[in-house]
C-alpha cells in the first residue's frame, strides 16, 4: 500500500499532505478559474459504444436541446470506419440536419486524412484529431505505433489549419493504457509538444479508461501547461472508477480551459476494455454551479435532457443529480 510521502504520493509535512494546486489565495483555498467552457460529447462518445442505435433524428434532437441548454461547442460525430464504430455510420445525416444558427460549434472526430475530407464536406466547424500515448493502445485504435499517430495528426492539422478550420488534438490514455498499465508523464508532455507545433486550438488530455487521480491530473496537466505556454488545455475524463468528478475538480483548479462531459453520464471507447462512461454533464454542473464556476449552461434543461435520453436508450443512464436532485431546491420543497 502507498503511503503518503512515498513514492507516487504528493509530500508530506507536519501531517499534512501537500497537493500541487496552481495557487494559493490568501484565505488558504487554491485560486481556481471562474469559469470554464463544457463540451458535450454525449452525441459522439457517449453513443458510440452504445448496443441500440440512436436514429439519426433523434441524434439530432439531443443536439438541439444541447443547444437550448446553453452548450456553445458538441462533439457531434466521428468520421470514422463505419464497420469498426456503426453508431457513427450517419455522421454526415447528423451534420445535414443540425442547427446553422451560429449558437454553437459542432466538432467532428477525426483519426486520418480521409476523416477530415468527411468532416469539412459535412461542415463541421472544429477537427478533433485524436492521437494515443501508448502503441499498444494506438495500433488497437488506428492501426499505427503512437508516434506515427502524431507524425499523422501533424500532417492532417497543418492541412486543416491552411484551410481555416478550428483544430484539437487529444491525447488518449494521456493518464493509462487498458494494455500497457501506467503511462508516463514525461512521454505524455513530450508528445503534447510534438501535437502543439502545427498550432492548434487546443491540445486535450484524455483519461480513457478512467484510471486517473486528482494529483496525477494536476501534475499532467500543469507540466503540460508549462512545456506548451499559450495552447489552451481541454480535459476528457470518464467515471468508470468513480473519480470523474474529482478529478475534473483538479483540472479546473489547475487552469484547464475546457472540460468534456456527456449528458446523463453515458459513453465509452469500443476499443479501450472496461471504459465506460463519461462524467455525467448534470453532476458537473451542479459541483461547478457550487464552486462559483460559471458555466453558462442551465442545469435544469439538462437533467431533462438526460430523462430523455435515458428513455430513449431504454435502461438507466449513470448520473446522480437526476435521482437527487438540485440543492437547496430540494430542500425549499420538502
Known sequence: MLMAGGKGCPPVTAGIIKMPWRSIGKNGNARMNKSVT??????????????????????VEFIK?????????IEVASFVNPKRV?????AEAVLAQVPRDGRASYIGLIL?????????DAKCDEMGYAVVATDTFAMKNQNMSSAETVTAWQEVGRVAKNEGFKTSVTIGASFGCPFEGEVPIQRVVDIAKRCAEVNPNEVALADTIGCADPVRVTELVTRVKAAIPGTPIRVHLHNTRNTGLANAYAAVMAGVDFLDASTGGIGGCPFAPRATGNIPLEDLIYMLNRMGVATGVDIDKIIATAQWVEDRLGKPIPAMLGRAGVFPNVAKAA
Open 38 to 59: 463544457l463540451v458535450e460529447v454525449g452525441p459522439r462518445d457517449g453513443l458510440q459504444s452504445e448496443p441500440k442505435i440512436m436514429p439519426t433524428e433523434e441524434k
Open 86 to 90: 456503426p453508431q457513427m455510420a450517419d
Open 112 to 120: 486520418n486524412m480521409k476523416g477530415f475530407e468527411r468532416a469539412r
Open 65 to 73: 436541446r444541447s443547444i437550448d441548454a446553453g452548450i456553445k461547442r
